[in-house]
Nanobody, 115 residues
């Protein structure tokens, strides 16, 4: 059984930084992609950033230049460095991974940015 566990969320003032981590565990043979999604109250879940095993990254326009996704293949972990946070970044952030050709999600971690 594969599991994803996120950590690193919390409360931060506008302009501050947070680093989210996501660890995959279980019977892992291949991880083909990682991503971070977020869902704000009353809104649909949106893709924030993604990274392939080859290192190709993509970001939603609203976080470009502020967020950085990275991964550690040896440790089966992915990170999201979030800088210059804004109140509109407040959301539950979810880790996603394509592992063994199946989709897996973490339980979510709350990020709250105060103005």
């Amino acid at each position: 059984q594969v599991q994803l566990v996120e950590s690193g969320g919390g409360l931060v003032q506008a302009g501050g930084s947070l680093r989210l981590s996501c660890a995959a565990s279980g019977s892992i043979f291949s991880i083909n992609a990682w991503a971070w999604y977020r869902q704000a109250p009353g809104k649909q879940r949106e893709l924030v950033a993604s990274i392939t095993t080859g290192g190709t990254t993509n970001y939603v326009d609203s976080v470009k230049g502020r967020f950085t996704i990275s991964r550690d293949n040896a440790k089966t972990m992915v990170y999201l460095q979030m800088d210059t946070l804004k109140p509109e970044d407040t959301a539950v952030f979810y880790c996603y991974a394509l592992i063994n050709r199946r989709d897996y999600w973490g339980q979510g971690t709350q990020v709250t940015v105060s103005s």
